[in-house]
């Protein structure tokens, strides 16, 4: 399936969340293109649209193929700024790896950050910890042993420079 989506701050949750909702059923793989639509937009159907911007998921999505970082890259971007690329890429390679590593307790604290819509590295820890039913020094402990924050802050510093290059792009 494909998606047509404005620039938004929030791509990222919005794909995270698809990912939960599908967790240990079905493997789904992103690839973000930036880029133009050449033809006009029916939002009913996507067949027809065509332009830079399919071109360029098409070309992340190959990425992913090719440097899979053994199984564990699910999500690419791709545009025409290739040294932009590569920096984002490897921000993404590593959430993934990352995310890759969780168990099931740091997956549902994720879960559970999301479904919260937090996303970001800084959140009161506490009434989360209420909410999982957790001590504030078992909460902190799964924090710490996950890398739920450097994993905020690496999608976070993607969504800002690819933000920056849609303002380049505008």
Known sequence: FQALCKPSPHIFLMIDQIKIAFRNELEIRFGI??????????????????????????????????????????????????????????????????????????????GTLISNNIYSEDFKQKPIAEKMKLTPSAFTKRVKSSGIKLYFRNRQMVMSLILQLCQKEG
């Open 33 to 110: 293109g930036l880029g133009e639509i050449l033809t006009d937009i029916n939002p009913h159907q996507s067949i027809g649209a065509d332009g830079p911007a399919y071109w360029e998921a098409r070309k992340a999505i190959d990425y992913i193929h090719d440097n899979n970082d053994y199984g564990t890259s699910q999500i690419a971007f791709s545009s025409e700024y290739k040294q932009i690329n590569r920096v984002i890429n490897s921000l993404l390679n590593s959430s993934d790896f990352i995310r890759a590593s969780w168990n099931n307790s740091q997956t549902d604290l994720f």
